[in-house]
C-alpha cells in the first residue's frame, strides 16, 4: 500500500515535467523532490489515519510511555549522581557524567551506523518508487540524496527518542539555563548526520563492490544498479 501510494505520488508531482535530453538545474530538481517528499508525507499520514488508526494509537502511546520511563530513569540516575557523588562542577561530578554521556552516545553512534546503512540500501535498492524515479529525467545523485534524507528521518527518530529524555532531564537535574534546551534540538540532528553519512557511504561502498564482482545482481533491480556507479554521490552533489 506504501508502495503504490509513493508511485501515485511520485506521478502526480513529477508526470508534468517535460521529457528532454537536457535536465532540470539542482535547483529546480531539489524543489521538485522537497515538493514530492512533503506529499509522500502527507498521503502516508491520511492513509495511517484512514486505515490503521489502532496501531498508529499504540505506537504513539507506547513511544510516550517509553519516553517518560526513560525520562524518570534518567532522572533519578543523575538525581543520585548529585546526592551521592558531587554537585555540578565537582571533578568526580563530571568525570562521572562524562563517562555516561561517552558510552550512551558511543552505543547510538553505532547503531545508527548500521541502522542508516540498512535503511539506505532497502529504500534504493529495494524499493518501486527507486526504480520509477529512475526512469523520470532526474540525476542519479539527486535519487541518491532523497533516499540518504529518508535514511537520516527513519534513523534519527529513534535516536531522538532516546537521547531526549536523557539530555532534558540532566538539564532539569542541574538547573542548566534555558537556551540550553534550545539547543538540544540543532545538537541532536548535528550529531545524527555524522553515523548516518558513515553508515551510508559504507552501504554504497559495499553494493558497489558487490556490483563489480557480480554478486547482487539477483539482489537489485538492474536500473538501480546504475546508482551503484556513484558511492559518493551525495557528498559531491553537497560539495559541488
Known amino acids: 500500500m506504501v508502495e503504490f501510494a509513493n508511485s501515485s505520488t511520485i506521478n502526480s508531482v513529477l508526470a508534468d515535467q517535460p521529457v528532454a535530453v537536457d535536465l532540470n538545474s539542482e535547483d529546480r530538481e531539489a524543489q521538485l523532490m522537497w515538493r514530492l517528499r512533503w506529499q509522500i508525507a502527507n498521503t502516508q499520514l491520511h492513509q495511517l489515519l484512514k486505515t490503521a488508526r489502532l496501531r498508529t494509537t499504540l505506537v504513539?502511546?507506547?513511544?510516550?510511555?517509553?519516553?517518560?520511563?526513560?525520562?524518570?530513569?534518567?532522572?533519578?540516575?543523575?538525581?543520585?549522581?548529585?546526592?551521592?557523588?558531587?554537585?555540578?562542577?565537582?571533578?568526580?561530578?563530571?568525570?562521572?557524567?562524562?563517562?555516561?554521556f561517552h558510552l550512551f552516545f558511543a552505543s547510538l553512534n553505532v547503531m545508527l551506523v548500521f541502522s542508516s546503512g540498512i535503511i539506505l540500501y532497502t529504500g534504493l535498492y529495494s524499493s518501486l518508487d527507486t526504480r520509477q524515479l529512475l526512469t523520470m529525467p532526474?540525476?542519479?545523485?539527486?535519487?541518491?540524496?532523497?533516499?540518504?534524507?529518508?535514511a537520516v528521518f527513519f534513523s534519527s527518530w529513534g535516536f531522538f527518542l532516546l537521547s531526549s529524555p536523557m539530555m532534558i532531564s540532566y538539564g532539569i537535574v542541574v538547573a542548566a539555563p534555558w537556551y540550553y534546551y534550545w539547543l538540544l534540538m540543532p545538537l541532536i540532528i548535528s550529531f545524527v548526520y555524522i553515523p548516518c553519512a558513515l553508515g551510508s557511504i559504507c552501504c554504497l561502498w559495499i553494493i558497489q563492490g558487490d556490483c563489480r564482482c557480480g554478486r547482487i545482481d539477483r539482489y537489485c533491480d538492474s536500473r538501480s544498479l546504475d546508482l551503484a556507479d556513484h558511492p559518493w554521490a551525495p557528498i559531491d552533489l553537497v560539495s559541488g
Open 60 to 100: 504513539v502511546g507506547l513511544s510516550l510511555f517509553f519516553w517518560f520511563g526513560l525520562f524518570a530513569l534518567f532522572f533519578e540516575g543523575f538525581q543520585f549522581v548529585v546526592d551521592h557523588v558531587g554537585k555540578p562542577g565537582d571533578t568526580h561530578h563530571a568525570e562521572t557524567v562524562s563517562f555516561v
Open 138 to 150: 532526474i540525476r542519479s545523485e539527486r535519487i541518491v540524496l532523497f533516499k540518504f534524507q529518508e
